[in-house]
């Protein structure tokens, strides 16, 4: 039998190329060696945007098309969205007895999201995101998830949910089975402004569906070195984020990019233009592939349908082994 991945986003927004990096590749590579569940994960997506249903609902949608242009097959994976499995949200609520409130306030990444999301959380966190790290286990282990590839944001995530499969199976026996994170070939994509994560919410980031002209501006806009200003001025290409790119889509000039810019060769503009250049190139059959499924609504909706009716199957598989170890298997 093969081995299982889960994996997902957010139906927050679009997918940029820091999910590229840090997950999509990944998914698309080990699609056929695996069996592939890819979740839209509304749910979780509605514990910071419980006040804008239409944006997550509208996003669920984009997602999936971001998923289905980079490669993921619907024949070799299964996308489905979360909220149409209710063992997920089941499970989720018997796995919230095994973990404490100190335990999730301690999670780095909830920590760090909680402060990015103080307007909306104002003095205090709801129960519902302060819990997503529970829902998360649950997502995982109802597919039995042997391999979760994901950014390195996602880490504590993957810890979280061990730790619970490890208190389940010591307490109603050996069903779960422990996850393993992958993380991507870039397991943090920094933001255009520098910033350490590029990020759907953070208007820092180059879209999978971004036009040419959109990213040669935003590349024009990307942080640079502030003490090179003038052409022969010798710069430093760790302080730039026109050469952080370049390490992920100019493999092949990036010796010379950096010899030209230490030594004053070279300007920022012309520095830019190639890389908006390479990844305009880059994105090029992405951008196409997405379009032909965006013209294609119908065959979009019928791929999630038909991916959700498939994953609904396992999960209540593991929800009925689950429901007997915890001995509220009734009738
Ligand atoms: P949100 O701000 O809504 O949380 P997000 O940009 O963090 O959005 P998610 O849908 O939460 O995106 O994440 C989907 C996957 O992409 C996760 O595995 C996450 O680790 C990965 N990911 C997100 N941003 C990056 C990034 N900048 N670099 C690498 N991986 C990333
Ligand atoms: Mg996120």
Redesign the pocket.
């Known amino acids: 039998m093969k081995k299982i991945i889960l994996?997902g986003?957010?139906p927050?927004?679009q997918l940029h190329i820091?999910?590229l990096?840090?997950?999509l590749l990944k998914r698309v590579e080990l699609q056929d060696q695996y069996d592939s569940y890819i979740m839209v994960?509304d749910v979780q997506?509605l514990t910071d945007n419980f006040n804008n249903p239409q944006k997550v609902r509208d996003n669920v949608f984009e997602v999936v098309l971001d998923n289905l242009a980079v490669g993921i097959d619907p024949n070799k994976s299964t996308i489905f969205i979360q909220s149409m499995i209710p063992e997920i949200a089941e499970l989720t609520i018997f796995y919230s007895n095994l973990v404490t409130v100190s335990r999730l306030q301690r999670n780095p990444t909830v920590k760090e999201e909680i402060k990015q999301k103080k307007e909306l959380f104002k003095d205090s966190v709801t129960f519902g995101f302060l819990g997503y790290p529970v829902s998360q286990a649950a997502d995982i282990t109802v597919f039995g998830a042997d391999l979760v590839p994901?950014?390195?944001?996602?880490l504590p995530m993957i810890e979280q949910t061990k730790e619970i499969v490890k208190k389940f199976n010591s307490i109603y026996g050996n069903i779960l089975k422990e996850p393993e994170a992958l993380i991507?070939s870039?397991?943090?994509?920094k933001g255009l402004d520098g910033n350490t994560?590029?990020?759907?919410?953070l208007n820092n980031a180059i879209y999978l569906a971004d036009e040419p002209e959109i990213i040669e501006q935003k590349v024009k806009k990307a942080l640079t070195d502030t003490k090179k200003i003038k052409i022969d001025d010798k710069g430093n290409p760790n302080d730039c984020m026109v050469y952080y790119y370049h390490k992920i889509f100019s493999q092949d000039n990036l010796r010379n990019i950096e010899t030209e810019c230490k030594s004053g060769k070279r300007g920022c503009v012309h520095c830019k233009k190639e890389l908006s250049e390479n990844i305009i190139k880059y994105l090029e059959p992405i951008r196409e592939k997405r379009k032909y499924y965006q013209n294609k609504p119908e065959l979009v909706r019928e791929i999630i349908e038909n991916g959700t009716k498939k994953a609904k199957i396992m999960a209540s598989e593991t929800l009925k082994k689950v429901k007997e170890g915890m001995k509220i298997n009734y009738f």
Do not use: C, L
């Open positions: 994996t986003d957010r927050t927004g820091g999910h990096f840090g997950s994960a997506a994901v950014g390195e944001d996602q991507g870039v397991g943090r994509v994560k590029m990020g759907k919410s």
